[in-house]
């Protein structure tokens, strides 16, 4: 039977439908934003101060005294090339400032399987007092369930500056950072744990500093081989549908 234009129209609606379908499956897996912390709150009220005060959630890991930092507009120039705000991929007024070994860390959700997880963060170089290579960014199992980062917990991912895969920004300047894992290659004992990140000054060092904003968790879950299969399966079966229609 001759194709008419009405059947052609089904045919390629039905084809739209079940390419439609089928990439909307396989898009499933989104990003979810675990965490997004700027260190904004809470606020400094005097540009150039600093303050102990963390954000909600993270502690110290209890080495020195990091600090939420407002360089303010006398930073620029001689510790900043912007300021109030901040450069971007930084932003906002204030920063985090860490030296000789201090980190900041924070649980951030139960690890669920076949998800990747990435951290990444805008890190910037101090012209002052900085040092591009001491930052570090890493990930975290709490193994043993006690919320607190310790010697008992499990290594997943990090990035840092010297690392030789790193960007690191230029004087004065931010770049963007980040460190992956996938749950599908970790140990199924580690399913179900928290995840801890890290914020750390690598270097023990009165010297030594580093400069954190913008600080993201996503996790995207892997589409499983059976849905891909259900996926492409009516995909094919709504094209059969259509080609009885019109033949």
Not at 143 to 170: K, R, V, Y
């Amino acid at each position: 039977m001759r194709l008419t234009v009405g059947s052609r129209f089904v045919r390629f609606r039905a084809f739209g439908l079940a390419a439609i379908f089928l990439c909307t499956a396989s898009g499933a897996s989104q990003a979810a934003v675990l965490l997004f912390e700027d260190f904004e709150t809470p606020a400094i009220s005097i540009p150039g101060d600093t303050s102990p005060n963390l954000p909600a959630g993270w502690q110290s890991n209890g080495i020195g005294f990091p600090e939420v930092w407002r360089p303010g507009p006398l930073a620029v120039g001689p510790r900043w090339n912007e300021a109030e705000p901040m450069a971007s991929p930084a932003g906002g007024n204030q920063i985090l400032f860490l030296n000789e070994q201090e980190g900041i860390y924070k649980q951030v959700a139960a690890i669920a399987p076949n998800t990747t997880y990435t951290l990444s963060a805008a890190i910037g170089y101090d012209l002052a007092i900085g040092n591009p290579l001491n930052w570090s960014l890493q990930m975290y199992a709490d193994s043993n369930d006690n919320g607190l980062l310790d010697n008992a917990d499990t290594f997943l991912a990090q990035e840092f500056g010297g690392s030789g895969n790193a960007t690191n920004p230029l004087p004065g300047d931010w770049a963007t950072n980040s460190t992956s894992f996938d749950s599908a290659h970790i140990d199924p004992s580690l399913l179900g744990k928290t995840l801890l990140v890290l914020l750390f000054n690598t270097l023990n060092s009165s010297t030594s500093t580093s400069n954190y904003d913008n600080v993201i968790v996503t996790a995207v879950p892997e589409l499983s081989t059976i849905q891909l299969v259900l996926a492409s399966a009516l995909a094919l079966g709504l094209w059969k549908l259509a080609r009885r229609r019109t033949a």
